[in-house]
């Protein structure tokens, strides 16, 4: 593909990646590494800026691959290839398939959001873990969600593990960050519905009613959602629990909720439904009768 291959792992540009598995670097330079044929083709399709393709010939070895580089690198855009233990050097997989891109961190405002009938956005208090970040953004992408609120001292959606967790979710799904007071000014400002799970959440989540633009509010793993966005939740819902555990995981109790206003909005119809909808369903027409288990006294909320 090029005779200029790279292959020291001192070359000031591959330094320059490596750093990049660090936030301080990320957060200064606007900039995170993807890898992987898949997360990579999915970023060029969804219109990520790309500020460049990293290439090891010896290990691309897939067609679609081999096209897609051909289409970019002919399109102009900046390109490294560098010989396979370069891009091993670079790459948190233990099989690296030889390509990966340095990209430009995508985020948008609060006060540039525009709300319709079936928007849904996510927020999340002081979220720390990665991977339930990575996760939460590709249970939104499956649901139609718009995008993911981070509220507060949060972890990076562009750390390595979230991006990974995301399959490809973090380019999909719009990204924001603001701090409790402008989210709650911003609330308050529009006519939305702020829905808040709490342990201690009167109504049971299935009880409630999920109708036009949403919110969902998810609290930290430790401690919850604050008494400052408490305050703004209505309705506020708990996850009944029947078994011994106490808690659930931050990523699974999200993907329920999510699941949850997703599935009312099918059953009102397509008028508040996203309006392109997936299904891996084979019957998606089918609706499994809900029942409630009994609660038990001690509702946790969703823990790490």
Known sequence: MSTNLISSKNNSRIK????????????????FFVEGIRQVGEAIQLGAEIETLIVAPELLTSEFALDLVEREVGGGSDSLFVSADVFRSISEREHP??????????WHSLVDI???AHSL??????????G?????LRTGDAVGADGVILIGKTTDPYDPSAVRASMGAVFSQRLVRTTNGL??????????????????????????????PIL???????????????EICDP?????????????????????????????????????????????????????ERRTPPRRNSRARPSN
């Open 236 to 288: 506020l819902v708990h996850l009944p629990m029947a078994g011994r555990s106490d808690s659930l995981n931050l990523s699974v109790a999200t993907g329920v909720m999510l699941y949850e206003i997703f599935n009312q909005r099918r059953a009102l119809g397509s008028e508040t439904a996203p309006a392109q909808q997936h299904t891996s369903r084979r019957n998606p027409k089918r609706t499994p």
């Open 114 to 116: 525009q709300l319709s």
């Open 16 to 31: 320059q990646i490596r750093k990049l598995r660090g936030r301080a670097e990320r957060d200064q330079l606007g900039l």
């Open 132 to 136: 339930n970040l990575g996760t939460i």
């Open 216 to 230: 969902l509010l998810m609290g930290s793993e430790r401690h919850g959602l604050p008494p400052d966005l408490i």
């Open 97 to 106: 398939h030889g390509l990966g891109a340095m990209m430009r961190q995508r």
């Open 183 to 212: 989210l709650i000014d911003w609330v308050r400002q529009r006519s939305i519905q702020v829905v808040g799970t709490s342990p201690d959440g009167p109504l049971d989540y299935q009880r409630a009613r999920y109708t036009g």
């Open 121 to 130: 956005w996510i927020g999340l208090d002081t979220v720390a873990d990665p």
